[in-house]
């Protein structure tokens, strides 16, 4: 069992709290008002732990970033002392939204978020996975008609190799799983976000994943 903070109660934050703390891992979900936590509580399991953020990133082993990727920078350099020698795995994708709120333009282009957070986080080891898909997805790839990818990128290969096994405890099949190699591949990954307003203004809210074809 590891404890596992994840930063973001939203649908992705919530989503993946749920899948951890039914595969036996000790899960507390930070919430940045304090004031949400009652409402929470109230649509989550009750074996999940509520704390703020800064509380969360400092209890956990594992720290999750599922906060909005155009303030996460800000966010969590400002959470620095309590991140040190953590992993953080970052899912966001930082985007400017268009005026129908879906994503747009790139916030780091020529550069990523994850490779941003590593550089304010020099002590801290980032591996960016499960951003290239709807957040159902990512506890759920199974329920797919085709095998889904989960891309990784990080400079610590020990790092990245226990993100891949919180990834097994979501559903993901190790074939499933592409290490592209260091936190700068994290750009590419993070520019396929840019396909996804298209698809969902075609198809509406329905599960897919930017996948490897082989």
Same mark, same amino acid.
């Given at each position: 069992?590891?404890?596992?903070? $994840?930063?973001?109660?939203?649908?992705?934050?919530?989503?993946?709290?749920?899948?951890?703390?039914?595969?036996?891992?000790?899960?507390?979900?930070?919430?940045?008002?304090?004031?949400?936590?009652?409402?929470?509580?109230?649509?989550?399991?009750?074996?999940?732990?509520?704390?703020?953020?800064?509380?969360?990133?400092?209890?956990?082993?594992?720290?999750?970033?599922?906060?909005?990727?155009?303030?996460?920078?800000?966010?969590?350099?400002?959470?620095?002392?309590?991140?040190?020698?953590?992993?953080?795995?970052?899912?966001?994708?930082?985007?400017?939204?268009?005026?129908?709120?879906?994503?747009?333009?790139?916030?780091?282009?020529?550069?990523?978020?994850?490779?941003?957070?590593?550089?304010?986080?020099?002590?801290?080891?980032?591996?960016?996975?499960?951003?290239?898909?709807?957040?159902?997805?990512?506890?759920?790839?199974?329920?797919?008609?085709?095998?889904?990818?989960?891309?990784?990128?990080?400079?610590?290969?020990?790092?990245?190799?226990?993100?891949?096994?919180?990834?097994?405890?979501?559903?993901?099949?190790?074939?499933? $799983?592409?290490?592209?190699?260091? $936190?700068?591949?994290?750009?590419?990954?993070?520019?396929? $976000?840019?396909?996804?307003?298209?698809?969902?203004?075609?198809?509406?809210?329905?599960?897919?994943?930017?996948?490897?074809?082989?």
């Amino acid at each position: 069992m590891t404890s596992i903070g $994840i930063l973001g109660a939203g649908r992705v934050g919530a989503n993946l709290a749920g899948k951890l703390s039914a595969a036996g891992h000790r899960v507390t979900l930070g919430v940045r008002n304090p004031h949400d936590t009652q409402a929470l509580a109230t649509r989550i399991a009750p074996q999940i732990a509520l704390a703020d953020q800064r509380a969360t990133a400092r209890t956990a082993d594992i720290v999750l970033n599922a906060t909005p990727g155009d303030t996460s920078l800000d966010r969590l350099a400002d959470l620095r002392t309590e991140l040190t020698g953590k992993i953080l795995v970052d899912v966001s994708n930082a985007t400017r939204d268009t005026d129908d709120g879906l994503p747009g333009d790139l916030c780091y282009p020529g550069s990523s978020l994850a490779e941003q957070l590593q550089t304010a986080l020099p002590d801290t080891r980032v591996v960016k996975t499960l951003n290239t898909m709807l957040f159902m997805v990512m506890t759920a790839p199974e329920t797919l008609t085709t095998p889904p990818t989960a891309y990784l990128s990080g400079d610590d290969h020990n790092a990245k190799q226990t993100v891949t096994g919180l990834l097994g405890d979501l559903g993901w099949q190790p074939a499933w $799983i592409e290490d592209l190699g260091g $936190i700068t591949t994290a750009r590419a990954t993070e520019a396929m $976000i840019l396909i996804v307003p298209h698809l969902l203004r075609r198809h509406g809210l329905k599960p897919f994943a930017v996948s490897l074809a082989r």
